[in-house]
T-cell receptor
Framework: AQKITQTQPGMFVQEKEAVTLDCTYD???????LFWYKQPSSGEMIFLIY??????QNATEGRYSLNFQKARKSANLVISASQLGDSAMYFC?????????????FGTGTKLQVIP | DTGVSQNPRHKITKRGQNVTFRCDPI?????LYWYRQTLGQGPEFLTY????????KSRLLSDRFSAERPKGSFSTLEIQRTEQGDSAMYLC????????????FGPGTRLTVT
């Protein structure tokens, strides 16, 4: 089974609107974390937001929020008030394990295009 | 600039040649990761160092691949006898052990094997 599933290869959103990018995950490890990274066309991976499996509240970072539904094993990224600069690939990723080594597995990504 | 740096940014080589890439992590980070990313895919984990110790290697990392981090600072990734299937973006990331889980990525080295 895929550890991280992103079912939306591409998404369009109107500028200033909100958009939700889907991510589901699969793990039997009780200690894990979910990340979202942005990869513009220039190629660098930019960390956006992190949610730990034991965190009680959903993570938020500015216009980014992570809708964490543990029972459904989903960790959707919500971007509010989309901007043209948000056009990029977005990757969901999961870390497993605690303490020392933290393996991180990435999904296949969602290409977001913001329309003026 | 105190981010992760990688050199070279681009490398074109002929099949069968050896190539070496370098990664300089954020100075206070003791964890270093190598990933490979092919077109249209997310990064795939290759190997991980904590300080100078290589603690994990993916089965993607064939015998032609070797990575080192001799003094626990910069790291090198060498590919011997390159094949066309090795063409990809090679990403390096670093993180700390102080409870922060996010990995900070470098700009990557794009390898093209002709």
């Amino acid at each position: 089974a895929q550890k991280i599933t992103q079912t939306q290869p591409g998404m369009f959103v109107q500028e200033k609107e909100a958009v939700t990018l889907d991510c589901t995950y699969d793990t039997s490890d009780p200690s894990y974390g979910l990340f979202w990274y942005k990869q513009p066309s220039s190629g660098e991976m930019i960390f956006l937001i992190y949610q730990g499996s034991y965190d009680q509240q959903n993570a938020t970072e500015g216009r980014y929020s992570l809708n964490f539904q543990k029972a459904r094993k989903s960790a959707n990224l919500v971007i509010s008030a989309s901007q043209l600069g948000d056009s990029a690939m977005y990757f969901c990723a999961m870390r497993e394990g605690s303490g020392g080594y933290q393996k991180v597995t990435f999904g296949t990504g969602t290409k977001l295009q913001v329309i003026p | 600039d105190t981010g992760v740096s990688q050199n070279p940014r681009h490398k074109i080589t002929k099949r069968g040649q050896n190539v070496t890439f370098r990664c300089d992590p954020i100075s206070e980070h003791n964890r270093l990761y190598w990933y490979r990313q092919t077109l249209g895919q997310g990064p795939e984990f290759l190997t991980y160092f904590q300080n100078e110790a290589q603690l994990e290697k993916s089965r993607l990392l064939s015998d032609r691949f070797s990575a080192e981090r001799p003094k626990g600072s910069f790291s090198t990734l060498e590919i011997q006898r390159t094949e066309q299937g090795d063409s990809a973006m090679y990403l390096c990331a670093s993180s700390s052990t102080t409870g922060e889980y996010e990995q900070y990525f470098g700009p990557g080295t794009r390898l093209t094997v002709t």
